[in-house]
Structure formats: structure tokens, C-alpha cells
């Protein structure tokens, strides 16, 4: 087909990847006259533009910024935590979560009342009673437990703590559990388990959907319909009967390390599709690219051109897809813990915690033990706000 | 044909802005221009100039965050009464009932323009029955007579294809079908040909002019394709940045442009007797972006010719040079 | 046409065979193999076992011959619809599993109904009117939707169901008639129990498809053919309805392809807070008393119901999709 020679310009083709409809498709990509900010523009780096797309989304920002405290959590989790989360305590089980109060008498004095627990001589139930005149008050950076912060740096410094009796007497922000653990501190050791777990599983995930579908994408051919067909394969198939399959063959005589590995495996190796099919379509449209085939008639090697000129340019479009798939394997870790078929006690995970919140009997006597489905929620949420503005700051058009 | 210069439509300064968070784009900004009866009118310019939206504008179907904001669309109808299009909801009785059936359109792209999913008999026959009140059975039968008068074989096989079984050439043809299926008195053709390869090119404009002939209806037909305007027009409209810059007959406008831009557009186009090897004319600088359409006259900061301290200052109003050729610039404003 | 459908039953049967593959694997899996599980469980629970019997098994399975001729041996097993023997129960397999497939079977389906119910006219809607307030309502709760895992809404209509209205959410059936046969008034009973474990199955899965839906169709929305539809004096209602919602619901319908599985994952999970009588619940139980063979059988089952699920609606999508249905490859 011979293009019409004496064509003005490139007609723009009103296609769906350039925004908003009939009115603006034609006439961005016009050139334009060039002003001060067009400049600046003009020589940023991809990462810089990136971050400047990024930046506008305002639900993502904040998102970010709620990934970035639960990841200092994270970091700084026994330093949060004030009670050893294993020290049970038949007398203080599951007391509800108990007000702390901050001004007392005008002035700020962060403190809690004292709680005593009774069994009701009719019901034989613990009920607990707050003594409002037992006033406890609040410390920070106190001494308790000793850790090793990151595994590394031993300490024994708590940002909270309180004066006069033993912390985990008097201290209970969020309630106990059933063996009259301390929910808060559990759930800090939670935090960073569930947290971790999800990035490892990422990273395997990423490692071969980048792996596979790179290898289809660049390839084609018999290897890419193979690879596809697997990946279609897999796709089909229920996860979570799987996982639950898999996970219960784990030997239960396993030490914690062996089975966070295990179950780490088990929820990528049947995450990595859709990475895979990411990684495949960016191949394949880069391909046809100019700058590629410029390359390839430069005589640029293939690892060159895949690694220098292909893997660069979409980056930005893993990362956005990895953070998008953060949250699923964080659901299914909880999922499975939730189950018991995934990470098990003395392990401290999202799941392991809303295993006790299994059924309505445990919900209706002590609801608080539900509360570790807030992180959860607000975790996933923050994943997929970030990857969405992730996205979308890669690919204004995709 | 006797009253051939009577107005069939009648642009008057008409605006449509396009309004997004960015800042607004004056898509088109004050155009005026007439199709007469029976005649067919060229409106070129480069992609961006607002050709496109004008023709939507008339149709009114023009999306959001656009909308018409001011000027008048006078339509004419048989007895010659007009009628404010502006003035109608898009939506409304009176609008769709003109819309397709007595203004037609076509578009550049014939495989986008059916939907994938439709037969192309369908969407013919749609258009017959809502606007001819005919039963099923009767309009399929003017839909092959439709898709017969197009020049595609086999009509009565061709109906109950899909666009993609369809050839480009053939496609367009159908689409022809069936913005024609009407029988409109006025056809809006935007970019009819872009798509095409040569060949094909030349058919279809055949194919349009014969229809033409044998209807009578008008043609606004909308391209960036002067050498398509040289063989299909009567009048031409010359659009700049959303405004007119000059109109004039075909031969006017090509043998005596008036304003720089046409000048330089005309420049710009390859000739047979053009020395080969010798670079072709090009326009300088680039179309202003949308956002920050220049002061004064839009076209000043590329005019060779621009006057300082007029050009860049105020806008020039479209001025009759006589010989029905009108233009807004100022080289001209002291000869009107 | 022909060359679709043979594709499309080829790879469904592949995907069958890794499905076998893999039931199998999880059924080997734990050490010993199972004929010597299911002597200590009859021997825990007060039986004996015969040793004739344990030969009679062992040469049935194959037990002392490859692993490939093991797997053979139980696919044919399979084949002829002996699922084998479910330990704890000491029952045959499919006499345990029979009706809470079914069950499983119609949750999963009245889900999948939920969903695009739902999830077709608010992408639509979404689409329209993008940017309007309603839009970011359903954005909004559409992205609250993929956040909240399955069992974890369950629990929560759960907690709300006894706190505020006090009562028991749970389950498929009234008392009376949880272990009566099967009649018109147990049929009633069950749709009348259908609608909470349905959306709250269905949920995420609507956000996700509310998401599909709305970018299917602004996409088409932009396209050429919409306007010449307007173009053609279509009222603004019957052009949409007629056109880019008609080629917009295509890729909509072939995502049933991973909502089927996605669904079907969720009913296992959230049946067991929910307390429904599907293969959930009954999967986990085997799978925690070790009782592999129920739970391979089970997890093939699952894997096979969604493959005939996907295959159907490739076939849907076949009669539905022009562009498919005329390929000519």
C-alpha cells in the first residue's frame, strides 16, 4: 500500500492509546513549541518522568506513604512490640483491647487503668474489670524482652512500656487471644512476617515470569506457544485447592525457616503467570521498535540488546506489575495460615492470627481478635493504589 | 439544478472547545464557511486545524469534554427554511432524524467505522428502517440496492459479511452504502480516502463523484489532500489553528491564493515539472500546541510575511477580496 | 470454526492431564504410600484389615510396579468412576463427595450469575459516565472489593449477621431439611440460602470484573464505528447498548476463564467459615487427617469442573464472536 505522497502530516489516527478521545488524539502528538517546562521535560531521564506522573496521582502518594510505615514496622517490629509475643498467660485470656487514655487532670500523661480479671461464679466466663482508680502510666523507650533488631543489633529498648508493674500485667492496647497473648505485640510480629513473606514469594514469582516470559516474548516460535500453553494451563487451574494440597504434604516435624521457604514456593510457583504474560507482551511490542531493529543492524549482541536496550525501557512496567501482584500473595498466605495449612505456630503471621477468629463462637465472644484483618485490608489496598499509579506513570497511554 | 448557489448549510462563526483539566483547546474557534446545493466543498488543513471536529460539530456529535459554545449551524431544509442545529439536543427527535438520513458521513477508517461484530447488511438496514419506516424484508432489499450501487459484487451475498471479510477497497464502498442508504442531501466525508492505496483512491473518489452527479446531493468533503481537493471540489475552505483563513472557488484558491498559508500549502506540493532532486518546500516552524494557540493572528510566528506589531497582536476577520473569494489577513485588509 | 474448537477441547484435555498429574503428586506426597496409611487409619479406628485385601489393593494400584504404571493404574481407576476409598470415612469416595459437589457446582455457578449481573451494568455505567461521582463510587468499592480476601468478608457477614440481626448466616439449609432428601421445598430452602454465600463469593471477583468491563469499553467507546452508529441517527442509548457494549462484553465473556477457577478457589475457603456443605470443608478435613486419595480426588474433580466450565464458555464465546466463529485457520 503506497501512502498517499502528498500528505501534509501524518494523519493522526484516532487510536484508543492516546487518551481522551476524539478532540485530544488529535493534536497531542503534534510537535509542539517548545516552552521552559517542555525542556525540562525533554531531557529527564525515563525513571525522572516516572516519578513525576507518579507523584500525581494523590491516592497513590498516600499509598506509598502507608507502604513506608508498614514497612518500618516491619524493620522495627520487637522495638513496637512491648510483650513477648509467645508469653502466654491463662489469666489474661482474651481481655478485651483497653482504652488508653492521654490527658489525665489537664496535662498530658499518656495513661491505662488497671484491669482485673474474675471468673463469674454463675457462667464460670473471665470477666475483667477495670479499676479506675489503679492508674497506670505510660513510658516511652522503656526496657523489656531483649531482641535482636534485623537479627543483628541486640537490645531491649521498647517504645512503649509502663511504670511500676511488669508490662504484660497492665498493658493490653489491643486485647489477648486465647492463651492470653498480647494482640498488639503479636501483631507486630505479624506485620513483618506477612509483609515478608509476600516480597519473597514476589521475587520468585519475578524471577521466573521474567525468566519464561522473556524467554517467549524474545524467542517466539514453538518455545513462546509452549509457554503459553503452560501458562494457560495454570491460569485454569483452582489455586487455593492446590495450595491447600501442597501445603498439607509439608512434613509437620518442619522448623518455621523450612516452611516460610516451602509455602514461599508454593504461592509463586503458581504466581509467576502473570508476570510472565507482562514481560511477554512488552517483547513482543519492543520488538518491532526501531531503536531495537537499529541496534540489531549495529551489531549488538543479543544479551546486549535484551539487557542494555530491551530491559530498560520497560522497567517501569515490571515494577508496576510486581507491586500489583504484592497483595494477591499476601492474600493467599493468609489464606492458607488462615486455614492452618500455611505457616504454623510458633510462626506469627496475618492468617495464623485470624485463625482464632474462625468462628463465630470466638467472633461473638471476642470480635477484637478479627482486628488483624485491618492490615490486611489496608495493605492490599495500598499495594494496588501504588501499582495502579505505578502503572499508569509508566504508560499514560496503557 | 437552477438555484445551485443557494445554501444547503451555512457555518456561522462557529466555536467548539474542548475542555480538560490541562486548559482548553479551542478545536474550532470562529469558522465560517456555506455548502451550496449539489456542490461539493473541500475544507483542507493540517491534522489538528479542527477539520474533523467541524464536521462532527454539524452532526452533533461532537464528545465530551467538547461542546459547541457559540456561532450557528443553518440548516436548509427542502423548502429552504433553516434551522439552528446549535440549537437542538444531540439526542433529540429532530437531530437523529437528521442525522443519517439527511446528512450522510464517511470516515478514513473503513475497517474501524463497522463494528466487528455486526454484518454489514445490518448496519445498513438499521439505518433504513429507522429513518424510511420500511419493513425488514423492504430494506434489505434497498440495502443490496444500495450495496449493488456502490459498485460491490454480489450484493446479496456481500450483505451478511463482516467488515473484516471485506477487502479496504470494498469496505469503503460499503460504508458509502451506507451513509448514502438514505439517500442524504448532504455528505460529510472525512478523510475518505487516507486509508486507501492510490488505486483504490482514484475509484472511490470516481465512485463519489458519480453518485454525486446522479443524486445531486452535496459533499463536504474533509482532507489534508490537496491533490484530492484539485479533482473532486467546487469550493474550497482553507482551516488554520480551528479558524478559516480563506475560501474561495477551486480555481481561486489555487491559482490566486491570498494567504500566506494557503500559499505555502500550495508550495508545498510536489509537481510534475517540481526539479527532482530539489527539497521540497516545507512549511516552517510547527503547529502551536493546542493549549497555547499563539496571540493575534494564529498563523503569525510561521508567516513570512507577517507585519510586525500588527500580526501578533490582533486577529484578523475574514474579509470578502472579491470573485467570492474571502481571507483573514491583514496583507489584505486595506484592499477590501 | 472446527479448528477453534479442536484447539480449544485439545488444550482442555492437556490441562486435564496436569491436573490428574498433579492430584497425583499431591497424593503421593506424604511418605508411605497410602495402602499403608489406610491400614493404620482402619486399624486406629477399631478395623481390620484383611491381607488378602492390602494384596487385592496393592495389585489394583500397582503399588510395587513405576510410578508411571501407579499413575496409569489410578487414572483408569479414575476413568471408570472408582474414586477409590475415603479413609476416614471408609466409605467409597464418591458416595462422600457426590452432593456437595453439586452443591460446590451450584454456589460456584450462582457466583459467576452474581457476578456479571452486577458487574455488566455498573462497568457500564463506569464507562459512560467516567469521571462522575458515581463512577468513583464504584471505583472505590470495586478496589475495596479486591482488598478484602474472601473469607475474610465471610467472616465479617458473619460477625454482622450475629451482632446485628442475631442470626446464623451460615450455612446452605434450614435445619429441617439439612438431612432430608431432596424435594421442591429443600430446592426452595437452598435458593433461599444462596444469596449471602453468593456475593460474598462473588465480590471481588464483580470488582475485578467492573474494572474489565469499564476499560473494554472505553476503549470501544473511541472507536470509529461508535460514531458512525451515531453518525447514522441511533439514539444515544441504542448506539451504546447496540455496539461497543455488544463487542466490549467479548473479552468479558473469555474472562470467565479465570474467574471460574478463581471462584471455585474462594468456595473452599470461604464454605468453611460460612460453614456450607461443599467439597470445601471435606477437602481440608482430608487434607489435615492426611486422607490424600479423598483429597486428590477432590482437588482432580475441582480441577476437571473448572476446565469444562472454561471449555463451555470458550464455545459461548465462539457463538457469540464473529471474528472466531469465521476464522479460517
Known amino acids: ?398 | 439544478m437552477n438555484d445551485q448557489r443557494t445554501p444547503l448549510l451555512s457555518v456561522r462563526d462557529l466555536k467548539t472547545y474542548f475542555f480538560q483539566d490541562e486548559g482548553t483547546v479551542k478545536a474550532v474557534d470562529g469558522a465560517s464557511f456555506d455548502v451550496a446545493r449539489g456542490q461539493t466543498l473541500g475544507i483542507v488543513g493540517e491534522s489538528g486545524c479542527g477539520k474533523s471536529v467541524t464536521a462532527r460539530s454539524i452532526l452533533r456529535i461532537v464528545e465530551a469534554p467538547g461542546r459547541i459554545v457559540g456561532g450557528q449551524i443553518l440548516w436548509y431544509d427542502a423548502k429552504g427554511q433553516p434551522t439552528d442545529l446549535t440549537q437542538l439536543d444531540p439526542d433529540g427527535h429532530q437531530m437523529r432524524s437528521l442525522r443519517g438520513r439527511e446528512i450522510g458521513l464517511i470516515f478514513q477508517e473503513p475497517m474501524t467505522s463497522f463494528s466487528p461484530v455486526h454484518t454489514v447488511g445490518n448496519q445498513i438496514i438499521e439505518a433504513i428502517r429507522l429513518h424510511m419506516g420500511v419493513s425488514k424484508a423492504e430494506a434489505r432489499r434497498r440495502a443490496i440496492e444500495a450495496l449493488r450501487q456502490v459498485g460491490i459484487p454480489q450484493p446479496e451475498r456481500r450483505i451478511d459479511d463482516y467488515a473484516f471479510q471485506l477487502s479496504g477497497g470494498l469496505r469503503q464502498r460499503a460504508m458509502i452504502a451506507v451513509a448514502l442508504s438514505c439517500d442524504p442531501r448532504l455528505l460529510i466525508a472525512d478523510e475518505p480516502t487516507t486509508a486507501l492505496d492510490v488505486t483504490t483512491q482514484a475509484q472511490i473518489l470516481d465512485l463519489l463523484r458519480e453518485l454525486q452527479q446522479q443524486r445531486g446531493m452535496a459533499i463536504m468533503l474533509i482532507t489534508h489532500n490537496l491533490g484530492v481537493v484539485a479533482e473532486m471540489c467546487d469550493d474550497v475552505v482553507v482551516m488554520y489553528l480551528g479558524r478559516v483563513v480563506e475560501v474561495g472557488s477551486v480555481d481561486a484558491i489555487f491559482h490566486q491564493a491570498k494567504h500566506p498559508y494557503t500559499r505555502a500549502l500550495l508550495r508545498s506540493i510536489p509537481a510534475i515539472t517540481t526539479p527532482p532532486r530539489v527539497k521540497l518546500h516545507t512549511i516552517t516552524g510547527s503547529i502551536p500546541h493546542p493549549y497555547n494557540r499563539p496571540s493575534g493572528c494564529p498563523f503569525h510566528p510561521r508567516c513570512p510575511e507577517r507585519l510586525r506589531g500588527l500580526c501578533e497582536v490582533a486577529e484578523p476577520a475574514l474579509r470578502a477580496v472579491g470573485n467570492g473569494q474571502s481571507v483573514s489577513c491583514f496583507l489584505y485588509e486595506n484592499r477590501a | 470454526m472446527l479448528a477453534y474448537i479442536l484447539r480449544r477441547l485439545i488444550l482442555a484435555l492437556i490441562t486435564v492431564i496436569a491436573i490428574s498429574i498433579l492430584s497425583f503428586v499431591i497424593i503421593q506426597l506424604p511418605p508411605g504410600d497410602f495402602i499403608t496409611s489406610y491400614i493404620a487409619s482402619m486399624s486406629a479406628g477399631g478395623g481390620t484389615v484383611s491381607e488378602a485385601e492390602v494384596e487385592a489393593l496393592r495389585e489394583q494400584y500397582g503399588l510395587d510396579q513405576p510410578i508411571t504404571v501407579q499413575y496409569l493404574k489410578w487414572v483408569s481407576q479414575i476413568v471408570q468412576g472408582n474414586f477409590g476409598m475415603a479413609l476416614e470415612w471408609n466409605r467409597p469416595v464418591k458416595d462422600v463427595i457426590g452432593d456437595r459437589l453439586t452443591l460446590t457446582v451450584i454456589i460456584s455457578l450462582a457466583a459467576v450469575i452474581f457476578t456479571w449481573a452486577v458487574a455488566l451494568p455498573i462497568g457500564i455505567y463506569s464507562a459512560v459516565k467516567r469521571y462522575s461521582i458515581g463512577d468513583y463510587i464504584f471505583t472505590f468499592i470495586g478496589f475495596i472489593g479486591l482488598a478484602i480476601p474472601g473469607f475474610m468478608l465471610a467472616l465479617i457477614v458473619l460477625y454482622v449477621g450475629f451482632r446485628y440481626f442475631n442470626a446464623n448466616v451460615g450455612g446452605l439449609f434450614s435445619p429441617e431439611y439439612a438431612e432430608a432428601p431432596w424435594s421442591w421445598a429443600k430446592f426452595q430452602d437452598l435458593l433461599a440460602h444462596l444469596p449471602i454465600p453468593a456475593v460474598v463469593l462473588g465480590l471481588s471477583g464483580t470488582a475485578q470484573m467492573i474494572r474489565i468491563m469499564r476499560s473494554n469499553l472505553l476503549d470501544e467507546l473511541r472507536k470509529p464505528y461508535v460514531m458512525t452508529a451515531r453518525a447514522r441517527g441511533l439514539t444515544e442509548m441504542r448506539v451504546i447498548l447496540k455496539y461497543p457494549v455488544r463487542v466490549a462484553m467479548n473479552p468479558f465473556i473469555s474472562t470467565i476463564g479465570y474467574l471460574l477457577p478463581y471462584i471455585v478457589s474462594g468456595s473452599i475457603i470461604v464454605s468453611l467459615v460460612l460453614s456450607l456443605p461443599t467439597v470445601g470443608p471435606l477437602l481440608l478435613k482430608a487434607l489435615i487427617a492426611q486422607d490424600m486419595f479423598l483429597a486428590g480426588t477432590i482437588i482432580l474433580l475441582l480441577g476437571v469442573m473448572t476446565v469444562i466450565g472454561t471449555f463451555i464458555s470458550d464455545l459461548l464465546l465462539m457463538w457469540v464472536d464473529p471474528r472466531i466463529r469465521l476464522e479460517r485457520r
Not at chain 1, 510486581?322 to 500473595?329: F, H, K, R
Open chain 1, 1 to 398: 500500500m503506497a501512502e498517499p505522497e502528498q500528505d501534509l502530516k501524518p494523519h493522526a489516527t484516532p487510536s484508543s492509546s492516546q487518551g481522551e478521545g476524539w478532540g485530544e488524539g488529535d493534536f497531542l502528538d503534534e510537535d509542539v513549541t517548545t516552552t521552559e517546562a517542555e525542556e525540562r521535560i525533554s531531557v529527564a531521564t525515563a525513571g525522572q518522568l516516572m516519578w513525576w506522573r507518579f507523584r500525581k496521582h494523590r491516592l497513590a502518594m498516600v499509598s506509598a506513604v502507608v507502604l513506608i510505615i508498614f514497612y518500618l514496622v516491619v524493620i522495627f517490629a520487637p522495638f513496637l512490640a512491648y510483650v513477648d509475643p509467645e508469653l502466654s498467660e491463662a489469666q489474661r485470656s482474651l481481655m478485651p483491647p483497653q482504652p488508653v487514655h492521654l490527658f489525665r487532670e489537664g496535662r498530658f500523661e499518656p495513661h491505662v487503668y488497671a484491669v482485673k480479671g474474675a471468673r463469674d461464679p454463675k457462667t464460670f466466663k473471665r470477666v475483667y474489670v477495670t479499676d479506675p482508680n489503679t492508674v497506670i502510666p505510660l513510658r516511652f523507650f522503656v526496657k523489656g524482652f531483649p531482641y535482636k533488631l534485623l537479627g543483628v543489633i541486640p537490645s531491649d529498648i521498647h517504645l512503649l512500656g509502663v511504670e511500676g508493674v511488669p508490662v504484660e500485667e497492665a498493658l493490653f492496647i489491643l486485647g489477648t487471644d486465647l492463651n492470653g497473648r498480647d494482640l498488639w505485640s503479636r501483631l507486630m510480629f505479624a506485620t513483618q512476617m506477612s509483609l515478608t513473606i509476600g516480597l519473597a514469594a514476589v521475587a520468585i514469582s519475578l524471577f521466573l515470569g521474567v525468566l519464561l516470559g522473556g524467554i517467549s516474548g524474545y524467542f517466539s516460535g514453538t518455545v513462546d506457544t509452549l509457554i503459553q500453553r503452560v501458562i494457560e494451563i495454570l491460569r485454569s487451574l483452582p489455586t487455593i485447592p492446590l495450595w491447600m494440597g501442597l501445603a498439607a504434604a509439608l512434613p509437620g516435624s518442619w522448623p518455621v525457616q523450612r516452611v516460610y521457604l516451602a509455602i514461599t514456593i508454593i504461592i509463586s510457583l503458581l504466581g509467576w503467570t502473570e508476570l510472565a504474560r507482562v514481560v511477554r507482551g512488552r517483547f513482543l511490542t519492543l520488538r518491532e521498535e526501531d531503536f531495537i531493529t537499529a541496534a540489531e543492524l549495529a551489531g549488538c549482541s543479543r544479551m546486549r540488546i535484551i539487557f542494555r536496550h530491551m530491559v530498560p525501557s520497560f522497567l517501569s512496567h515490571i515494577i508496576a506489575a510486581t507491586t500489583l501482584a504484592i497483595p494477591a500473595m499476601i492474600i493467599s498466605e493468609t489464606s492458607l495460615s488462615f486455614l492452618g495449612l500455611g505457616l504454623r505456630p510458633p510462626a506469627i503471621s496475618w492468617g495464623v492470627l485470624l485463625e482464632q477468629a474462625q468462628n463465630i463462637q470466638a467472633l461473638a465472644i471476642s470480635p477484637w481478635l478479627l482486628l488483624p484483618a485491618i492490615p490486611v485490608i489496608l495493605a492490599v489496598l495500598a499495594f494496588n493504589f501504588v501499582g495502579d499509579g505505578l502503572r499508569d506513570a509508566a504508560d499514560p497511554y496503557g
